[in-house]
């Protein structure tokens, strides 16, 4: 699987970003995927995560202002990002688990997308 994201950029506080993440493989559609970020001098944290079935997981802080959705015929997993803060800033990866569901623990071999800065300035 590779995936390849791309949408990041500067924004003001309170604005809005869509990220995208294109995934090859023709199974992209069973697969679970998710975004993860990674602020400067701190660990990568989870930000959505998305099932094949289409149910969602949020962190508590981008609940209610961010939503992750997919589009399996373009083998697309989306980030819209609303309402965005300073704290928001980093570098976005998109994610998929080496097991296809996030039901199972996370793996060296997961798949991880070039990042791409989200930058929000106050």
């Known amino acids: 699987v590779q995936l390849q994201a791309s949408g990041g950029g500067f924004v003001q506080t309170g604005g809005s970003l869509r990220l995208s993440c294109a995934a090859s493989?023709?199974?992209?559609?069973?697969?679970?995927m998710g975004w993860y970020r990674q602020a400067p001098g701190k660990e990568r944290e989870m930000v959505a995560t998305?099932?094949?079935?289409?149910?969602?997981n949020y962190a508590d802080s981008v609940k209610g202002r961010f939503t992750i959705s997919r589009d399996n015929p373009k083998n697309t997993v989306y980030l819209q990002m609303n309402s965005l803060k300073p704290e928001d800033t980093a570098v976005y990866y998109c994610?998929?688990?080496?097991?296809?569901?996030?039901?199972?623990?996370?793996?060296?071999?997961?798949?991880w997308g070039k990042g791409t800065q989200v930058t929000v300035s106050s």
């Open positions: 493989g023709s199974i992209f559609r069973t697969k679970d």
């Open positions: 994610h998929a688990p080496y097991s296809g569901s996030y039901y199972y623990d996370p793996s060296v071999m997961d798949y």
């Open positions: 998305i099932t094949s079935g289409g149910s969602t």
